[in-house]
């Protein structure tokens, strides 16, 4: 990288941080495993194995206070992370591969048993992936008969507060991959999960389209910061 991404930089002034702290930082974590770090600390060290030759912890700070916690961190898009001062492509690399390792030990959790059977499994991954995401995603679960998660796919991502979806792209593409069910997920960047007016009337039409073909909604998911909402709990479905 060129000069002018900061955290490529080794020779420009930039004080380089002794072995000490970084090392009872490693103690702790060898000794305590992750509990034993603050949120700060995590992403301290975690920018440190990218930009070794500087002092992390100012930025880790800065980083947790633009994206309000280390679940906004891990989950901001890499543009969002770039603008931040400090954060050049090796570090924002470093932030997204955390976040990738993260969703695929929780995503193995989810394919490996019955949707149904292991829902907090499925709920503990949609949050980890949407809750605290910018713009407004929307996802589709497509199960087989004995409701095992035979593919996830991202329909769309739309802008803070509405994204598309269509009744005939989402049959369609069930039909396609010969679904038995599926869970509608989306999230609401204002955190607030409870479903608007709109979330329920285009569910009731992907249901009542997808039981002329055979194929059932078992659920939509709206997930946000301050938690999730079922609209089969809320007796929607």
Do not use: C
């Amino acid at each position: 990288m060129t000069g002018g991404n900061p955290d490529e930089s080794s020779k420009s002034g930039v004080a380089h941080v002794g072995a000490g702290h970084r090392e009872r930082l490693r103690t702790r974590l060898r000794e305590g495993g992750g509990d034993a770090l603050l949120d700060h600390e995590l992403i301290e060290y975690l920018l440190a194995l990218a930009i070794p030759r500087r002092d992390t912890k100012p930025l880790a700070r800065l980083l947790l206070s633009e994206f309000g916690g280390i679940e906004g961190v891990l989950t901001a898009d890499w543009a969002a992370l770039e603008r931040v001062p400090g954060m050049g492509e090796t570090s924002v690399a470093a932030i997204k591969v955390a976040q990738a390792a993260s969703l695929r030990l929780l995503r193995n959790r989810v394919i490996e048993q019955p949707v149904l059977g292991s829902w907090q499994a499925v709920l503990d991954y949609l949050r980890a992936d949407m809750a605290w995401l910018g713009v407004e995603r929307v996802r589709v679960l497509h199960l087989n008969s004995r409701n095992m998660l035979i593919r996830d796919e991202k329909m769309s991502d739309g802008s803070i507060d509405q994204a598309a979806i269509y009744t005939r792209e989402v049959i369609k593409r069930a039909m396609e991959l010969g679904s038995s069910s599926l869970i509608l997920v989306h999230n609401h960047p204002s955190g607030n999960p409870a479903p608007s007016r709109q979330d329920i009337e285009i569910t009731k039409h992907i249901a009542e389209a997808g039981k002329r073909m055979g194929i059932s909604v078992h659920d939509h998911i709206i997930m946000g910061a301050e938690g999730h909402s079922s609209m089969r709990a809320l007796g929607l479905l």
